[in-house]
């Protein structure tokens, strides 16, 4: 293949919780002409260390990540939060040294979210899939904020057959996940995340779509214990054709998943 | 820190979280200040341009503060004018105490203003026997409640209607008491005949200031009810609180920041009184006061230049940040527990205070960002919380549980194999003991997740260990 | 007297210290530091300015400044001359139902219109007391931007008569609208002169009447400042 290689960067909660996420990415860049792979070395972008005021930590998490994936033309993340880690945040790091310093922005400037990077750099319009429902999307702040990702998914929503979007009346407003915060502040986090679900309830939407796994299952997991019925699923899922798995949280049929 | 209980956060939170009142007094700030603000911005094409100019203007002002303020000072003067210097908030309580006494105020009118607040004044002149009335509706309706403002523009945002008609009554109790209150205006109307009688009774006027002039001298307030008007008008004596990061060099750069200060706070294109006051009244004039004094407040501002928090001195008080915060919304001003709440207060309190005793702040951010997205200044609110827990980390402050729990995930988070495989096993374990339900509803060590939502549990294998397998690499 | 007061030089000394020890400087600061602020100071340039009273004509100032006054709740009368301002006032007060009643400013620029010849208005002039309920003024300025009046204080014009009476009548000659805040600051050092211009005391930038919405931020006019602000506007 002659596109453009593109190191994925998983990130932990795909990794671990939602690995059709990752394969969804994978599928998704390398239909649009990508060759697409996953570095071993990698386990996270280091924003636990970093919002908790760890610099030293972060800085050593960072450089894994630097030195992992700076031979790729580009570093793709299906996550706003992590590919605003990257391309905002690693340059901040090493104010003291000139060299990671310089390592840092290069791959800041290569770094991307996963749908600004198919819609903004790979010109992607339509992607091949189709999804029968109401579908609402909550902006994830890191990806709206950082990195500007608002019309992106909305553009390739748009061309999937069956899919009707509803927007979100706070649509960005956090939803009170906020990595650390929820556990730190979870009374706060909580009515944030209820104040969220009313709304998403509101649209009357079956499906809540968004770009990052830390926001949904901080909703799913509401929506779920407030019961409504509601299925969550990351964005990469219904853009790849892949949404026949079991959504976020949800029960599986058969046997152990994927 | 006396008087604050910063360091309380999470208690405050939790309390305020259970009121029922003050979640029913926020509810409308979206259709309010967020729509307003929103539908101003959008009738301005230049807004995002005169929001880089003001910052512009403000960087410029503090990188020649000193200056600035000896011009403004001199000017003052010149005019007619006393200035007063106060390092801290002692000697500015001392500063208004003694004019007060020397004009034998029994009574004291007091416009809106944080610094007043930041001071102590009304304690301060309560315990010497002197009188403060505030002429603020919202400062008035918390001052008879003896309460603090919960917020810096709206500071009695936490009450609902009804809260205050019930305040009205226990206090106003000469009126009838079968009157009707129901309706807001009627709250207002009472409000406005009571305090009419009182501006006319005091010596001395105090109100803060928005801008300070170098150029001309002159002090700024703006207000949309008038009262800071009538009570620097009618006394005798009238007193500006200033802190020192409120100057600006000329009428032209004040006039830049008061086009976004409107739109950012109250969603007005401009408030409806914007005042400028230059010295006492002159021979000719029919009103206004015969005596002018400024006291101009450092209380740690200064130690703030050239440092971590420098920019944070361009901050214009417009509570936009607060507004738009959804952890402000959700607990309200008080839970910060003291004069600044929100994300600006996050950031200035400890600066001010002491990170030692406001250090849960700094940390009460999603970092969603929105604050800063919004901040006509252009402060970068969520970064500035950050370099507040990096020090917080250096110094120690940070929770035992927060720090351990990160040493423990750094071990594994630098070592990517032993990474792979623990997660690995951790991940299978969570899935199978979450079964075909595909989530947990208890989770050991998650309680703070798990008190409110459902625990989504992993698919089952990591997506590193599916992929090793299909792609065959190691 | 003045003694009890304290005398607050050292704290003025400390605080300096401390600004220029946060900004970098040894001492006061030297002429070429000087230098950028003095001439900001002297020729106060003018920063951004919003496009939307660009390039309007008299006309056109004036139409916009009755847009942006009513968009905040003030009322405008326009007039052709000051012989018709009496006759408008006293056709407002009666549609509102208020006393044909007023404190006027001292103003020679009032003095133009035929007050006496009305007959159903009852004047006086000078500042207003408690029991007022009307006032008339005119106005240094209005600018068309944001529909903002500009009160200068002085013998012809007490600032109390722009927010005591719950009703503030102002007479607004259309020649004086101009476009932004900035074209009044230049108005103003005109007027005042001198090489460092001299405010008056109080000059008030008025834009709509008085509100609150610090009742469960319900929007209220009237909090202490005048409920009604009514603008005959003349030419």
């Known amino acids: ?258 | 820190m006396e008087g604050s209980t910063s360091h309380d956060f999470k208690a405050n939170a939790t309390r305020e979280l259970a009121n029922a009142d003050l979640r029913a007094a926020l509810s409308g700030s979206d259709r309010t200040f967020v729509a307003g603000r929103a539908r101003v911005v959008a009738n301005l094409p230049e807004f995002d341009a005169l929001r880089d100019a003001a910052k512009a203007i403000k960087d410029h002002t503090l990188a020649n503060l000193d200056h600035y303020l000896e011009v403004w000072e001199r000017r003052a003067r010149e005019a007619g004018g006393h200035v007063h210097w106060a390092k801290d908030t002692a000697e500015a309580r001392a500063i208004v105490l003694a004019l007060c006494k020397r004009a034998g105020a029994r009574a004291v009118n007091k416009g809106k203003s944080m610094i007043a607040e930041e001071c102590g004044i009304n304690e301060m002149l309560e315990a010497n026997g002197i009188r403060p009335v505030e002429t603020d509706l919202g400062e008035y309706i918390i001052q008879i409640r003896h309460e603090t403002p919960s917020h810096i523009i709206a500071p009695a945002i936490h009450l609902t209607k009804a809260q205050v008609e019930k305040s009205f009554r226990e206090t106003h109790t000469g009126l009838d008491p079968a009157r009707d209150l129901t309706e807001p205006r009627a709250l207002l109307t009472e409000a406005r005949e009571i305090l009419r009688k009182k501006y006319f009774e005091a010596e001395v006027g105090i109100t803060g200031a928005n801008f300070l002039v170098a150029e001309t001298g002159s002090s700024i307030i703006v207000t949309n009810e008038g009262n800071g008007d009538l009570s620097q008008l009618l006394p005798r004596i009238h007193i500006v609180l200033a802190s020192l990061e409120k100057v600006v060099p000329t009428l032209e750069d004040a006039s830049t920041i008061l086009r976004v200060l409107a739109r950012s706070a109250t969603g007005q294109e401009f408030s409806t009184y914007t005042t400028l006051s230059t010295g006492p009244r002159r021979a000719d004039d029919l009103d206004g006061p015969e005596e002018y004094h400024v006291v101009v407040l450092d209380n740690g501002r200064a130690a703030m230049l050239g440092g971590e928090f420098h920019e944070m001195l361009r901050c214009i008080r417009c509570g936009a940040c607060m507004n738009h915060c959804p952890v402000y919304q959700a607990v309200g001003g008080h839970a910060y527990g003291w004069v600044y709440p929100g994300p600006m207060g996050a950031v200035l309190t400890p600066a001010l205070i002491g990170i030692e005793h406001a250090a849960p702040l700094p940390n009460a951010s999603t970092f969603c960002g929105r604050c800063e997205q919004v901040c006509p200044m252009r402060i970068p609110l969520p970064g500035m919380m950050r370099k507040w827990r990096e020090r917080e980390f250096d110094k120690g402050l940070t929770p035992r549980p927060a720090r351990q729990g990160l040493k423990l995930w750094a071990a594994f988070a630098t070592r990517p194999r032993l990474y792979r495989f623990v997660t690995g096993l951790a991940m299978g374990a969570l899935a199978r003991l979450a079964g075909r339900k595909g989530r947990l509803r208890r989770l050991p060590l998650a309680g703070g997740w798990t008190r409110y939502r459902e625990f989504p549990a992993p698919e089952g294998r990591t997506f590193q260990a599916m992929w090793a397998e299909k792609r065959g690499r190691p | ?235």
């Open chain 3, 1 to 235: 007297m003045s003694a009890e007061v304290p005398d607050t030089a050292k704290s003025r000394a400390a605080i300096l210290g401390a600004i220029r020890r946060g900004l970098g400087r040894d001492g006061a600061p030297t002429r070429a530091q000087r230098e950028a602020p003095e001439t900001r100071l002297a020729t106060h340039p003018r920063n951004l300015q919003p496009a939307r009273t660009a390039g309007a004509d008299h006309g056109g100032l004036a139409h916009l400044f009755r847009h942006y006054a009513e968009a905040v709740q003030a009322t405008v009368t326009e007039v052709a001359d000051m012989a018709s301002v009496p006759a408008a006032v006293a056709d407002y007060l009666r549609r509102e139902n208020l006393p044909a009643r007023a404190v006027m400013a001292p103003d020679p620029a009032l003095d133009a219109a035929p007050w006496a010849e009305t007959g159903m208005l009852s004047i006086r002039r000078g500042k207003p007391t408690e029991s007022d309920e009307v006032s008339v003024t005119s106005a240094f300025a209005g600018i068309a931007e944001t529909g903002t009046l500009v009160m200068l204080s002085g013998k012809e014009h007490p600032s109390t008569l722009n927010f005591l009476p719950e009703t503030h009548i102002v007479v607004l000659s259309a020649d004086r609208v101009v476009g932004t805040y900035e074209d009044v600051w230049d108005r103003i050092r005109r007027k005042m002169g001198g090489a460092v211009p001299r405010l008056p005391r109080t000059v008030n930038l008025v834009t709509g009447p008085s509100r609150s919405g610090d009742i469960q931020q319900t929007l209220l006019l009237g909090a202490h400042g005048p409920r009604r602000l009514h603008i005959v506007l003349v030419g």
């Open chain 1, 1 to 258: 293949m002659s596109g453009p290689r593109v190191g994925l960067f998983v990130t932990c909660l795909v990794d671990l919780f939602r690995p059709t996420v990752g394969f969804a990415a994978v599928k998704l860049l390398e239909e649009a002409g990508c060759t697409a792979e996953v570095p071993q070395a990698q386990t996270c972008c280091g924003q636990p260390a970093w919002n908790t005021g760890d610099r030293k930590t972060t800085q050593a998490v960072a450089k894994g990540v630097i030195a992992a994936f700076e031979g790729y033309d580009y570093v793709v993340a299906p996550s706003g939060s992590c590919a605003g880690m990257l391309r905002v945040h690693y340059p901040e790091l090493f104010v003291a040294d000139e060299s990671w310093k310089a390592r840092a922005e290069a791959l800041a400037a290569k770094s991307w979210e996963l749908v600004g990077f198919l819609v903004d750099v790979l010109k992607l319009e339509r992607v091949a899939a189709d999804y029968a429902g109401i579908v609402t999307y909550h902006d994830s702040c890191s990806g709206l904020r950082e990195l500007g990702v608002k019309a992106q998914p909305r553009a390739l929503l748009a061309g999937i057959g069956g899919l009707h979007l509803r927007e979100l009346a706070d649509a960005e407003v956090c939803c009170g996940f906020g990595g650390t915060f929820c556990v730190k502040y979870p009374d706060i986090s909580d009515r944030m995340v209820s104040n969220k679900t009313k709304s998403i309830v509101d649209t009357g939407a079956d499906t809540l779509l968004a770009g990052d796994m830390g926001c949904l299952m901080n909703m799913a997991g509401k929506l779920q214990r407030e019961g409504a019925a509601v299925r969550v699923r990351h964005v990469a899922e219904v853009l790849a054709g892949m949404a026949d798995r079991p959504a976020i949280g949800e029960a599986r049929d058969g046997g152990e998943g994927a």
